[in-house]
């Protein structure tokens, strides 16, 4: 399989606009008691179910290789998540998108320190234009920023994420991508299960599991099998720094999901914000050395 880049990022921006909508079936399942570990337990299990159905020939011929690499994922993927979940229970939800959003800084970072790798020199203005626009997105310009213990929390989380997009885009290349979309599915799951046995169990009473349950098979069908496969297929073909930007449109897309249904005004700090990872994306996606080269 062979996908020209613009078609790879077109991908990861489908997922992005995926988790966006899934930003209204996550506050659902939570606003029914139920905690992230269940979620991810749920939603995991649906994924890697849906994975085997669709792809099981790939996956019954796994390697060794693939199954490492999956774990790997799959378990800085969890983490991930967790860590965010886990940070918004302590913080503002706009201090938790924006710091979530920080990981678009990171993930230069990483790939100079372990791949030695320089970012494109565009990336920089770039990434600055990206973190003001959620500024303005999350109201963080706007209410100010506050430090709470939960703010450490999401920072952790935004490392996960961080490390997870580079090691799609730089690690699974020599994998089976749906041989690894299984594999993201039973970690979810798995990981998902036990976190809630040992620190959840005291809370499934309080469940309305009629109210709960239904948002999170939607997402665990969208959300995870959906856009996560469309992830890892988008990553292999494009680089990880421009990945970032593109997936960072998720809290965009939530946004406008939020406006269109009625939970959030319209406000121009929304528009601006927009307006302004918009443009980061772009100039990623542009091409600068063809325009010096005209005279």
Do not use: C
């Amino acid at each position: 399989m062979q996908i020209s880049k613009g078609h790879a990022n077109f991908m990861l921006l489908i997922a992005a606009m995926i988790w966006g909508a899934g930003y209204i079936f996550s506050k659902l399942a939570t606003n029914a008691n139920m905690q992230a570990g269940m979620i991810n337990a749920i939603r995991g299990f649906i994924y890697a179910g849906l994975a085997f159905i669709f792809f099981h020939k790939a996956i019954l011929k796994m390697t060794r290789l693939d199954l490492r690499t999956g774990l790997t994922a799959g378990f800085i993927n969890f983490l991930g998540y967790q860590f965010q979940t886990w940070g918004l229970r302590f913080t503002t939800p706009s201090n938790n998108a924006f710091l979530t959003a920080i990981y678009v800084v990171i993930i230069p970072v990483i790939i100079w320190v372990i791949y030695k790798r320089r970012p494109e020199a565009k990336s920089y203005p770039a990434i600055i234009i990206a973190i003001i626009g959620m500024g303005f997105l999350t109201n963080v310009v706007q209410n100010g920023f506050t430090l709470h213990i939960g703010d450490l929390l999401t920072l952790i989380s935004a490392f996960f994420y961080a490390l997870q997009i580079v090691y799609f885009g730089m690690r699974t290349t020599s994998t089976s991508p749906f041989a690894l979309s299984f594999m993201l599915g039973i970690t979810q799951g798995g990981f998902g299960l036990v976190w809630s046995l040992i620190f959840e169990h005291a809370s499934y009473s309080a469940i309305n599991w009629q109210a709960g349950l239904w948002p999170v098979v939607v997402l665990g069908i969208l959300s995870s099998f959906g856009a996560q496969t469309l992830q890892i297929l988008g990553q292999r073909f494009t680089d990880p720094t421009p990945a970032g930007l593109i997936l960072m449109t998720e809290s965009m897309f939530g946004s406008i999901f939020s406006v269109v249904l009625g939970f959030e005004p319209f406000t121009t700090h929304l528009l601006l914000g927009g307006v302004l990872i918009i443009i980061a994306i772009l100039i990623m996606q542009l091409d600068f050395s063809r325009f010096q080269s005209v005279k």
